[in-house]
């Protein structure tokens, strides 16, 4: 085989091309480093091959080198004369009859091409190829060793290739656009343009918008990747209407001769006004945040029907007022990328509810406090109606108001006494189970007895109630309280069983008061004793409901007991102590507030303000791909001077605007543990989760696949030998060979790391990967 040394006289000569890149710099460096490689290469003195040895060369006109290979091939081709082809070559090949001829435009010179270049050269019937480039491989062609040839006479001979590296100019490329996915019309952007520096330079970049110019931004750059943001204003009026694209461009100049053809990026911005935010039950809140600038619509709990899409929903209220059905759009609405405020009053969290429901699974507070304080002895006593109209629906009542006792059962605390009473004809009447400690071995026996209940008789309530007050009576309890649950007429003065003379409800409740036992009341169905029951519940100082959907039934025991047995509400004032938070720079003693819901913070909520013994006032978290945050107090009733404190309404406004945010189709985090990296990449697009992506992650040489562990998520982790590095996830679904998708995601602060000291951000690119900085 033919090596380099046939082609020239003195080939050691071509060892100072790597002087050619310590040329001082100056105008016109470009071309003293074309001149000088030249020079070289004719002190080499090229030699003509054997005819035989018939040879095509294979000049780099990309942006790259420049005129660097025309230069260092034309001593070359003058040795040989004409017998040599001259082929052209960046981002695509062609043969051309002198080196001199202009370049095509279709060869595109901001990308290069090897193995395009040397295809056309073995079509061609080279029998040897002299390449001169740079040696960058834009499009992942094959490398220059050797290829083979389909050339007539040489059916897959093996052609060999000789290189004559030609040095890369200095370049400085405009790498991305960064940008939000929509703006509001009149509201404005931050947009960061990725700018890559082979050396030092004064960066020159000149931003647009819909091509016409904006203000210049000058700054000197050290070499390496820089983030370079600036900011433009979507028109009010007269320019793209909502729903169009508002088109973003940039161009780079540098104070040193360098490639052009990567000095421009555009990015397109959909101009849209966004949905309005809907606010349920809270006037207060819906004022303040008019004032803040938002678009706010009020309604009831009506408004949550589906399709449900409103840029974020602020929530104040009980659970009683949603269907089940409306509960779970509620949930799935933030688990499919929306955002959730809840506020307190007096139907706020647990007090109006919310405990265990699809709801509070999306929030980041619990309306169970569980404490390590001590909290008083809680005895109470379930009058549940067991007659036959219980059996009615599928499941039927009596099945739901099984499923709120054990629901009950499971809340007590091991010191709690717990009873059950049912109740039908005088004769059937009893004790499920009496009065007994909320012991492990406690609960297994009260669930075994209560899943064994059936219907029967009628519905005569008097002796039950009764039992259960003389049992109450008995007790020491710090709190003792009774819920009666009923779905038809009271046949307490009817028929063989009926009292003497008439009951008074009232009184016989008001009396138990006296005795510090309190009585509440659920109504099933239409049919219910509404007057009775609501007697009991307005004598015994407890809470009256009304369960037209019985399917509420579980939810109702568990509020009623909440709100009975648990001091939920804190009514003493207290100032508030701020933590910092990305959400709010305040840390300190907030002025005081009259009023609280006490709930617990989940382990993955994070508290902005904390009131009583650490319960968070205001807390937000993240759950499936939205977010949702809890605002215990009410602004309405029980803020007090915290509400009128100057720093809140920006505090709350800033706090419904990250809740508005949507997530990105990819977005990533990473975790260094000991000598271990953790990817983590959560993929979704239109709402829905992606699934079954073939994603590789690569770092520092190495390189892993990420399985998919959850929907839409994907983990994978990769060994860490330095202190840097860029952390690429790729997608690795190929088509024909080729690695498919050059979609460009745009900018994503994660709030995470940065990007060549640009503080808390951590940009998210994709062409085909996504790549992360890591610092």
């Known amino acids: 085989m033919t090596a380099i040394t046939d082609l020239f006289v003195l080939p050691w000569a071509l060892l100072a091309l790597g002087l050619v890149p310590l040329l001082p710099r100056g105008r016109g460096r470009r071309w003293r480093m074309a001149a000088l490689a030249a020079l070289i290469v004719a002190l080499a003195q090229p030699q003509r091959p054997a005819v035989e040895d018939r040879i095509a060369v294979l000049v780099d006109v990309s942006a790259s080198v420049g005129g660097a290979a025309r230069a260092a091939a034309t001593p070359f081709l003058d040795q040989l004369g004409g017998e040599a082809s001259i082929i052209l070559f960046a981002g695509d090949a062609t043969r051309v009859d002198a080196l001199q001829a202009a370049t095509p435009l279709a060869l595109d010179a901001g990308r290069t091409d090897l193995g395009r270049a040397l295809a056309v050269a073995a079509a061609d019937g080279a029998r040897r190829v002299l390449l001169l480039s740079d040696g960058v491989d834009a499009a992942g062609g094959p490398r220059a060793t050797g290829i083979v040839s389909d050339a007539p006479g040489v059916p897959h001979a093996t052609v060999p290739v000789d290189v004559v590296v030609v040095p890369r100019l200095p ?55 820089h983030a370079v943001p600036f900011r433009v204003v979507a028109p009010a009026s007269g320019g793209p209407a909502a729903g169009a ?211 029967q008789g009628g519905t005569v309530l008097l002796p039950g109630y009764l039992l259960a007050l003389d049992a109450l009576r008995a007790t020491d309890a710090a709190v003792k309280h009774v819920i009666v649950l009923s779905d038809g007429k009271l046949f307490d003065r009817q028929g063989p069983f009926a009292a003497t003379g008439d009951i008074d409800w009232l009184g016989t409740a008001t009396g138990a008061r006296l005795d510090r036992i309190t009585t509440s009341a659920v109504a099933i169905g239409a049919d ?155 993929a979704v697009e239109a709402g829905a989760y992606v699934n079954e992506r073939p994603l590789v992650a690569r770092f520092q040489g190495s390189e892993t696949d990420l399985r998919q562990i959850a929907p839409g998520r994907y983990l994978g982790e990769l060994p860490v030998r330095g202190s840097g590095g ?29 990007l060549d000291g640009v503080a808390h951000r951590w940009h998210v690119e994709h062409c085909g990967s996504l790549s992360v900085s890591m610092w």
């Open 171 to 225: 370049n400085a490329r405009l790498e991305a656009l960064w940008a939000p996915d929509r703006v509001a019309p009149g509201a404005s952007a931050e947009v960061v343009a990725v700018v890559r520096l082979d050396r030092p330079a004064r960066v020159t970049l000149r931003p647009d918008v819909d091509g016409e110019p904006q203000t210049a931004i000058e700054v000197e750059l050290p070499a390496g990747r």
């Open 245 to 455: 694209l508002l088109r973003v461009g940039a161009t780079l100049a540098v104070d040193f001769d360098q490639p052009v053809e990567d000095d421009s990026q555009t990015v397109d911005v959909a101009v849209t006004a966004p949905s309005p935010v809907l606010v349920v039950g809270d006037p207060a809140m819906a004022d303040l945040l008019r004032v803040q600038g938002f678009d706010v619509e009020e309604g009831g709990p009506e408004r949550v029907t589906a399709p449900f899409q409103p840029s974020a929903l602020v929530l104040r209220g009980g659970v009683g007022s949603f269907t089940p059905g409306q509960l779970e759009l509620l949930a799935r609405y933030v688990d499919q990328g929306g955002g959730l405020l809840m506020t307190g009053g007096p139907e706020g969290f647990g007090l109006g509810g919310w405990y265990r429901t699809p709801v509070e699974a999306v929030l980041p507070v619990s309306s169970d406090v569980r404490t390590e304080v001590t909290v008083p002895q809680v005895a109470m006593v379930v009058v549940l109606d067991i007659s036959q109209s219980m059996a009615v629906g599928n499941p039927s009542r009596l099945e739901l108001a099984k499923q709120g006792v054990i629901d009950v059962i499971d809340l007590a605390y091991q010191d709690d006494l717990l009873g059950l009473v049912v109740f039908s004809d005088p004769a059937v009447t009893r004790w499920v189970f009496e009065l007994r400690p909320a012991t492990d071995s406690g609960k297994r026996a009260m669930l075994d007895a209560t899943l064994a209940l059936q219907p």
């Open 528 to 682: 219910a004793d509404t007057d009775a029951l609501t007697a009991l519940a307005s004598g015994g100082g407890g809470r009256f409901y009304e369960a037209l959907d019985v399917r509420t039934l579980p939810r109702l025991f568990v509020a009623e007991a909440l709100t009975a047995t648990r001091d939920l509400l804190r009514d003493e004032p207290v100032a508030p102590e701020g933590r910092r938070h990305p959400l709010s720079s305040f840390e300190g003693t907030a002025p005081p507030l009259s009023a609280y819901v006490a709930t617990s913070l989940k382990p993955d909520g994070e508290a902005l303000f904390t009131a009583v013994d650490g319960e968070p006032l205001l807390a937000v978290g993240r759950y499936g791909l939205g977010r949702s945050a809890a605002f215990t107090t009410d602004l309405g009733s029980w803020a007090g001077d915290f509400g009128r404190w100057d720093e809140l309404p920006g505090l709350l406004g800033g706090l419904v605007r990250w809740l508005q945010a949507r997530p990105a189709p990819y977005s990533a985090s990473v975790t260094v543990r000991g000598s271990t990296l953790e990817v983590v990449v959560d």
């Open 726 to 754: 860029t952390v690429v996830v790729a997608d690795g679904a190929e088509v024909d060979g080729r690695r498919i998708g050059d979609r460009r995601l745009r900018g994503r602060d994660l709030e995470l790391g940065g």
